[in-house]
């Protein structure tokens, strides 16, 4: 079977097979994903969320699939691969990063770029935390620029996290601020802004653990993490805006308006979808 062709829209349908699992578009129920007891809460309430967004947004004619980044995504992973060989062989699955790069080869899915596939079918990526508009900050791994193309990309942008994303503010649990890539040359004159201009005091260049430095990102660029006080993250696309004018600024960490759903996997077992047409869904797991 041949892979969709690049820079072409998504191939047809005809030759899909559907996928083993039967409960695509029933939003109100789902297979049980507790399968390993090793899991903790918090891990389960992350795989959870991955699989109920999977099985509700990965259809079987989708050709090209955005995979994200964090701890969240490879429960995304793990369960496009149980929808079994044959019905990825079709599809090309394109990563926002190193990490999604290596799980998608390892997984043995089919790898492509965006610069190849600049229309998605479907992206699934995790967040670091989300509103009650679905907002939402991301960049936590500093993968935020490739994240926000992918997005952009996708017909259909789905956010997976755990119980802890679900706010109704940004910034509520997510401390460490607003993720700005900027190019190396830029930082300190993008961090004056910061602290100067856009009333940030708390703005820092993000230091790498386990090497001297900063952050280094896939893109080559560093990280300055920008806490804002909650009024300001009330209404994060104003900030997000005056941030991305900034000469030297590569991308923000403030997702607007980009999601249709969001899961959270909540730790008794439940599902939280938020829609962004302000629906609010509660789901359990069957046992
Ligand atoms: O934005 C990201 C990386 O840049 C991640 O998606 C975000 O940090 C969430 O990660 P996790 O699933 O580990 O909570």
Same mark, same amino acid.
């Given at each position: ?6 820079? =072409?829209?998504? =191939? ?19 297979? =049980? ?32 699939? @955005?995979? +994200?980044? +964090? =701890? ?13 060989? #044959?019905?990825?062989? #079709? ?16 997984? +043995? ?19 670091? #935390? ?8 991301? @960049?936590?791994?500093? /993968? ?10 996708? $017909? ?20 460490? +601020?607003?993720?700005?890539? *900027? ?9 004056? $802004? ?18 001297? @430095? ?6 080559? $660029? ?31 960490? *403030?997702? /607007? ?25 509660? *789901?359990?797991?069957?046992?």
């Amino acid at each position: 079977m041949p892979l969709p062709t690049p820079l =072409s829209p998504v =191939s047809p349908i005809s030759k899909v097979r559907p996928v083993v699992l039967s409960r695509i578009g029933q939003p109100t129920k789902l297979i =049980s994903p507790i399968t390993d007891l090793n899991l903790s809460v918090l891990e389960k309430s992350k795989q959870l969320a991955a699989w109920t967004a999977v099985d509700q947004h990965v259809k079987p004619e989708h050709r090209v699939i @955005g995979i +994200g980044s +964090g =701890s969240t995504v490879p429960y995304v992973v793990e369960r496009i691969v149980q929808l079994g060989a #044959e019905a990825n062989a #079709e599809r090309v699955f394109i990563p926002t990063g190193f990490q999604s790069k290596q799980l998608i080869v390892s997984s +043995g899915l089919n790898l492509g770029d965006v610069d190849q596939f600049p229309t998605i079918d479907v992206t699934l990526d995790g967040a670091d #935390e989300v509103d009650r508009e679905l907002n939402c900050i991301k @960049g936590g791994g500093a /993968c935020h620029l490739r994240e926000k193309v992918l997005a952009e990309a996708a $017909n259909t942008f789905i956010l997976v996290a755990d119980y802890r994303k679900n706010v109704e503010f940004l910034g509520t649990n997510f401390a460490s +601020g607003i993720p700005i890539e *900027v190019v190396p040359f830029a930082y300190a004159k993008v961090l004056q $802004n910061l602290h100067h201009h856009l009333g940030c005091p708390q703005a820092s260049l993000r230091m790498a653990v386990k090497k001297a @430095g900063p952050v280094v990102s896939d893109n080559g $660029n560093f990280i300055i993490d920008a806490p804002y006080d909650q009024e300001t993250m009330k209404t994060p696309y104003t900030i997000m805006a005056q941030i991305k004018m900034l000469t030297g600024v590569v991308e923000v960490g *403030v997702f /607007c308006h980009m999601a249709r759903a969001a899961y959270f996997g909540n730790a008794d077992g439940t599902v939280t979808i938020k829609w962004n047409d302000g629906r609010v869904e509660e *789901v359990a797991a069957q046992a």
